[in-house]
């Protein structure tokens, strides 16, 4: 069966510092992942989606950026981290009938 | 701008009375429909998706979807303290099969109370 697997699960970091969160997704090749943010209170917005390796789309401008480097891996990247870039990020794959399954998510503070 | 709208709650019922959670949605091309459950602090988790107008009965949940309406529905019957929770309405988008984008609503909070 498909596992994903996101980490670290919690991180504190400083205004200005660099940011990298990583998602493996086992049991499957050749995935559509997506990264998803949830500012507190609120839904979930799509930041990022991926059909292969070195697709990337982006859908809304921001200070973050996503990379493919491998079928399976999803990572999410910041140069420099705002106020603005606090919240709970989720990775998830697609399913068959379109369905995200989405891993346990990183809860990303900055400070 | 393509929405999903949901009443962000608290939705509150007592132990063993039927929940009722609504979600319209404003593109009319829209295909999938799902339904997540997000416990505060974790992931969502898909509970329930539909697909065709009418009822998707899954144990104590049942999802109800209205095309001409542009309205889905889910209920929980006898409610448990367990499904106190937030629970996302999703679409999927007529356009989005290949790249499977999900437009989410704000979320229902409900509380069951023992």
């Known amino acids: 069966s498909q596992t994903i697997h996101q980490w670290p699960a919690t991180l504190v970091q400083p205004v200005g510092s660099p940011l990298s969160l990583e998602c493996t997704v086992e049991?499957?090749?050749?995935?559509?992942l997506y990264w998803y943010r949830q500012a507190a209170g609120r839904g979930l917005q799509l930041l990022f989606y991926?059909?292969?390796?070195?697709?990337i789309s982006s859908e809304v401008p921001q200070n973050l950026s996503a990379s493919r480097p491998q079928d399976r891996q999803f990572i999410l990247s910041s140069k420099k981290l705002l106020l603005s870039d606090s919240g709970f990020y989720l990775c998830?794959?697609?399913?068959?009938?379109?369905?995200?399954?989405f891993g346990q998510g990183t809860r990303l503070t900055v400070v | 701008q393509k929405e999903v709208e949901q009443n962000s709650g608290p939705l509150s019922v007592p132990e063993g009375a039927i929940a009722s959670l609504n979600c319209t949605y404003s593109?009319?091309?829209?295909?999938?429909f799902f339904w997540y459950r997000q416990y505060s602090g974790k992931s969502p988790e898909l509970i329930m998706s539909?697909?065709?107008?009418g009822d998707k009965e899954d144990g104590r949940f049942t999802a109800q979807l209205n095309k001409a309406s542009q309205y889905v529905s889910l209920l929980i019957r006898d409610s448990q303290p367990s499904d106190s929770a937030t629970y996302l309405c999703?679409?999927?988008?007529?356009?989005?099969?290949?790249?499977?984008?999900?437009?989410f609503g704000q979320g229902t909070t409900l509380q069951v109370k023992p």
């Open positions: 593109d009319r091309g829209s295909q999938s």
């Open positions: 999703a679409a999927l988008a007529k356009g989005s099969s290949n790249t499977g984008k999900l437009i």
């Open positions: 539909i697909y065709s107008n």
């Open positions: 049991g499957t090749s050749n995935p559509n």
């Open positions: 991926s059909v292969g390796i070195g697709q």
């Open positions: 998830a794959w697609r399913g068959v009938r379109g369905e995200a399954f």
